[in-house]
């Protein structure tokens, strides 16, 4: 038998491994042949249904995402008319809720999975012929128009399970690798797909070291760790950082922490750990109780918001923080007092999204009760609760790419924060100043940014006209645009400092008098800034204040 996995993803960047998790398990099986079809939501469907088409396969499987839900479709419903006979089977998260509507709007679809995929794929597969009611977490339409429903499909023994890169399927060309060692979480949050999932499965610590030594073996240095919640249990947290620690320099590691559970231990243990080896997520959503009480957050408020100063605290790790509008009693008002918050905390990024009603979570099930209305196609995104009004919901969004568009980016943090924080009208002002540009919804160059913020600072901010000029000339911008402030060369600097009865106070970097040297000025506040005469970067290497 021959099956074909038609593996489309978002981009190119990233990679399923779901057919390697799969396939790992049933390599050995002699009498199955796999193919796989790849591609990306902007590939074409015709020409992507041409070539599974072109494997002649007999089962065809698929995981659908979110954003990969709809391009699925379009290619295999071309299949189907291209193939006489074929089994389609699907999984994924899109069919952890209820499947028959799907099912019978979508009759090429043999058969869904719901649940994890690694024993019922295959025992689907056993049984393609066969009866198909013993089989954990299937979903189908009988030949007597009845639809069936076998629960969820759970994998018992996690640890058990062979490795995704023990398939020869494993994608080892993308930049980063997904690794996976626990599945299921203890919170119980309303909006999330694993809210709930207990009990927490987990790999052993021998385990995961046998997993990283392979994956360094192939040179990838970015791991993606997908355990829901890193830090459920302190000890195993704890020992992981261990481990993680042996390949400093080698690997860098993304995770999900949550600022609640954080003890005294782990506090320690991640204090000490080497720069740049993390990156942390962590898990907020919302800075008020009812909302996080509403959404079925776990964990205390005022703990979170400690664990998150302690880690913002920090200088050898990198903290993400995320809010989520749309959620239950989250107003645009308290969406945006949270970001205020979470700017003067100092998270290094802050990503805003708007709420994703997904199947198979309760806030899905209780959508009704609370009010809450949301597309009902992909990605099924929230258009209005009685906390938030459509058009707040499409500020909200505004928001949120104003905030990554000037305080995720590195050149332009420090001044956006600073107006965030010190101006209350700040947000909106200037998102409204965005939009009114028309540059929200297009890319835009660092550059770019940096003019329309000077221009917008010398309207409304004209005091911080001279913090702009110092980001500019810090991210390695053009000293000859106006946006670089009153700046001169100066050929000699130790002349210049004595004759101006001048002394240093260093900010970064090592003073070099060879070097090439700018000042600038402004009233009575002058900066220095020193340039490798030898290598030409754009950025100075060397920054101090004069007095």
Not at 508 to 518: I, K, Q
Request: proline residues 4%; hydrophobic residues 40%; contains cysteine.
């Amino acid at each position: 038998m021959k099956i074909l996995w038609l593996d489309i993803n978002s981009s190119y960047s990233h990679s399923s491994v779901a057919l390697p998790a799969i396939h790992a398990q049933v390599r050995e099986r002699g009498e199955w042949e796999w193919c796989v079809v790849r591609g990306t939501i902007n590939d074409s469907p015709g020409a992507l249904a041409a070539a599974v088409a072109g494997h002649k396969p007999d089962v065809i499987a698929a995981t659908f995402w979110l954003f990969t839900h709809q391009m699925q479709i379009e290619v295999l419903s071309r299949v189907v008319q291209l193939l006489d006979g074929v089994k389609v089977v699907c999984g994924g998260p899109e069919f952890l809720g209820d499947n028959e509507d799907f099912l019978r709007r979508h009759p090429f679809v043999s058969a869904v999975i719901r649940g994890e995929g690694e024993v019922a794929l295959p025992e689907f597969l056993d049984a393609v012929d066969a009866e198909w009611n013993s089989i954990e977490g299937l979903c189908w339409i009988g030949g007597d128009d009845e639809y069936h429903d076998n629960g969820k499909a759970m994998v018992g023994d996690f640890a058990s399970l062979k490795y995704p890169e023990e398939s020869e399927f494993f994608n080892w060309d993308k930049p980063f690798v997904q690794l996976e060692t626990t599945r299921g979480c203890f919170n119980t949050c309303a909006f999330c797909v694993s809210g709930g999932e207990k009990p927490v499965r987990s790999q052993s610590m021998e385990q995961v070291k046998s997993r990283l030594d392979n994956i360094h073996a192939h040179g990838i240095t970015d791991i993606r760790v997908l355990d829901r919640t890193f830090n459920y249990d302190t000890h195993r947290a704890c020992a992981m950082l261990d481990l993680f620690a042996r390949y400093h320099g080698k690997m860098r590691f993304h995770l999900e922490i949550h600022p609640s559970l954080m003890s005294d231990a782990l506090k320690t243990k991640i204090a000490g750990l080497p720069h740049g080896l993390l990156h942390l997520e962590a898990g907020i959503q919302s800075l008020d109780s009812a909302v996080l009480k509403e959404s079925g957050r776990k964990g205390s408020l005022n703990a979170s918001l400690q664990g998150l100063k302690f880690l913002c605290s920090l200088t050898n790790v990198q903290t993400h923080a995320d809010l989520i509008a749309g959620l239950p009693c989250y107003t645009l008002e308290m969406l945006c007092n949270d970001i205020v918050e979470l700017v003067k905390i100092g998270v290094d990024e802050l990503q805003v999204e708007s709420l994703k009603v997904l199947p198979g979570t309760r806030l899905r099930e209780m959508a009704s009760v609370k009010g809450l209305r949301f597309s009902p196609l992909p990605p099924y995104e929230i258009l209005q609760t009685p906390s938030i009004s459509p058009s707040e919901l499409r500020t909200s969004q505004h928001v949120s790419r104003m905030v990554d568009l000037y305080y995720n980016c590195p050149a332009w943090q420090k001044v956006t924060g600073t107006l965030i924080t010190q101006d209350i009208g700040f947000l909106m002002d200037f998102t409204a100043h965005l939009h009114d540009m028309m540059v929200l919804d297009s890319p835009v160059s660092v550059e770019r940014r940096g003019v329309i913020l000077y221009n917008y600072c010398r309207e409304r901010h004209p005091e911080m006209l001279m913090s702009v000029s110092i980001a500019w000339i810090k991210a390695g911008l053009s000293l000859k645009k106006e946006q670089a402030g009153n700046i001169i060369k100066v050929k000699n600097i130790d002349a210049y400092l004595t004759d101006n009865d001048l002394t240093m106070a260093v900010e970064y970097g090592t003073f070099n008098a060879s070097d090439r040297h700018y000042v600038l000025t402004s009233g009575t506040f002058r900066f220095l800034f020193g340039y490798d005469s030898e290598i030409h970067h754009p950025e100075p290497v060397f920054m101090a204040s004069l007095k």
